[in-house]
């Protein structure tokens, strides 16, 4: 079935960087377009950025523009995720998920920032 793992996560410190990967299964992933959300404690799933099946195009919510890259290995079944300049309010737990979306959803990954 449609699998996501997501991993990467942690704890960090204002100004500083992660990485994020999420490694699929279950579908092709070269076929479909990929994307990030977060969501922080009592509030809703949001969209962070998305890519498109070959990498060519990627978008970005504005919250995180010019601070976050998001990007994919085809041969890796893999999207990253790389989180620069982080701030308290991406704290969140981070998941993929492919677009069109698909019902199942992986466990995430922790990113908390704090001093």
């Known amino acids: 079935q449609v699998q996501f793992v997501e991993s990467g996560g942690g704890l960090v410190q204002p100004g500083g960087s992660l990485r994020l990967s999420c490694v699929v299964s279950?579908?092709?992933?070269?076929?479909?377009?990929m994307r990030w959300y977060r969501q922080a404690p009592g509030k809703e799933r949001e969209l962070v950025a998305s890519i498109t099946t070959s990498g060519s195009i990627t978008n970005y919510a504005d919250s995180v523009k010019g601070r976050f890259t998001i990007s994919r290995d085809n041969a890796e079944n893999t999207v990253y995720l790389q989180m620069n300049s982080l701030k308290p309010e991406d704290t969140a737990v981070y998941y993929c998920?492919?677009?069109?979306?698909?019902?199942?959803w992986g466990q995430g990954t922790q990113v908390t920032v704090s001093s």
């Open positions: 998920n492919r677009n069109p979306l698909s019902n199942y």
């Open positions: 279950g579908f092709t992933f070269s076929r479909y377009g």
